[in-house]
């Protein structure tokens, strides 16, 4: 895995590759079946409709911000709810609970994303480099078709291999084991605690749905099927992660925990919250954010990881150009990038900000969508068009948020942040 290190300094959107809608996996030779992994994996299937979707999402939630899972469900450590670490002081909303827009020919409600955190594990992942943190925490979707309700994750398997390449370059072979363990049990533990969530008839979980809930499990994969040999000799040559890293212009550290978090807190006050006339494009020197993309913050505060501070951002327009493709795509929204104190700078006076590359993301985790959709006739030619450039106009739009947060942050009161490669 190539890591892209870049300068941001103009808004301008430097030339970059487009974006490779190319299908895997396919042929017509009479070779064996070969064994494919996928990004998304669907965990069970309720009968119901749009209004029961923020009921469910709801339930699993706060039957994981409530339970102790190392008690009662016998995992090796407890799990929290992206927004709600009661351990941090945070209480559940419902509000934690992300909204994605949802398709299809019965649309009557939005999708829920809840977002699973599990320190000990989040530490693993961090320990791999910080720049990482793009790619958590854990997402599951809830959404609906009108008929049913179904719950999808991203396969934890699938995910440390796609984005987490790179660790093999360094790691040895029980590490390269030890890490595959870990991924392992992190797609069971996610699974063990949705079951266990819709299973709960006690206060434990529920205000909207405090009865259990039946469901059919499933072990659906869904999504670009990649083998392991093409994800070695292919992907593993893509870049996942676009990283810059700043200097002061008088070189002092920076403080962990503090000034990251005000920087990751600058870029979520220069998107907004997503309210009328509070977006990223109504801020003063963002009039060249693409048309009614309405970029906003996903949550009102950064969400910390292990020396890490992730930001999520989200633009209407452009998740339901992803889940037009299908909604099992639901839970690679929304963009993520984080901000952190530079980890390979011994003196801490670098800190950076890491993204999850858009080409990468529409390129590998959407391999294929474009392409099914436009075969099926969901989709035209002039569509086809738009998608080939889509991550190229997000990533100008996200470079330019960040470029506007970094040119006016109150870093230890507002300093100027020099771009050092």
Request: glycine letters at 8%; proline letters at 4%; hydrophobic letters at 40%.
């Amino acid at each position: 895995m190539k890591i892209q290190t870049r300068i941001l300094g103009s808004v301008i959107l430097s030339a970059m590759l487009a974006v490779a809608f190319a299908g895997c996996g396919s042929s017509s030779s009479s070779a064996p079946a070969t064994t494919t992994v996928s990004p998304y994996q669907r965990v069970a299937v309720i009968e119901g409709d749009w209004t029961d979707v923020p009921k469910i999402a709801d339930k699993i939630a706060q039957y994981v911000v409530l339970t102790d899972e190392a008690a009662v469900l016998g995992l090796p450590s407890n799990w929290a709810i992206a927004g709600a670490n009661i351990d941090a002081g945070e209480t559940y909303e419902t509000t934690d609970l992300l909204p994605i827009p949802g398709m299809g020919s019965d649309v009557s409600g939005t999708s829920s994303v809840i977002e699973f955190c599990n320190n000990a594990y989040a530490t693993k992942a961090m320990e791999t480099g910080r720049f990482h943190g793009s790619a958590l925490p854990c997402e599951v979707s809830v959404h609906s078709d009108g008929t049913n309700v179904y719950i999808d994750m991203l396969d934890a398997e699938a995910i440390f291999n796609i984005f987490f390449t790179d660790a093999k370059d360094t790691s040895t072979n029980e590490e390269i084991a030890e890490f595959e363990t870990l991924a392992s049990a992190v797609k069971s533990e996610l699974r063990t605690m949705i079951k266990a969530g819709l299973e709960d008839n006690t206060t434990t979980s529920g205000t909207l749905q405090p009865d259990a809930v039946s469901y059919t499990e499933s072990t659906l994969a869904m999504g670009p099927e990649f083998t392991q040999s093409y994800i070695d000799g292919n992907i593993a040559f893509r870049s996942p992660y676009i990283v810059y890293k700043y200097q002061i212009d008088t070189p002092a550290a920076f403080i962990q925990g503090t000034d990251d978090k005000t920087l990751a807190q600058n870029i979520i006050d220069t998107l907004g919250d997503g309210t009328t006339g509070n977006t990223a494009n109504f801020t003063a020197g963002l009039e060249g954010l693409s048309a009614d993309s309405l970029w906003r913050s996903g949550r009102p505060d950064p969400i910390a990881i292990p020396n890490v501070q992730v930001v999520e951002a989200c633009s209407p327009k452009y998740a339901q150009k992803a889940t037009a493709l299908g909604n099992e795509y639901i839970t690679a929204l929304p963009c993520e990038f984080t901000v952190y104190i530079d980890e390979t700078d011994d003196t801490n006076q670098t800190i950076a900000v890491s993204f999850l590359n858009p080409n990468f993301m529409f390129g590998t985790m959407l391999e294929g969508a474009v392409e099914s959709a436009y075969a099926s006739g969901d989709i035209n030619k002039t569509q086809v068009i738009e998608y080939s450039i889509l991550a190229d106009v997000v990533f100008a739009d996200l470079r330019m948020i960040v470029d506007h947060a970094v040119q006016n942050n109150t870093v230890k009161g507002g300093v100027v942040l020099e771009v050092v490669e």
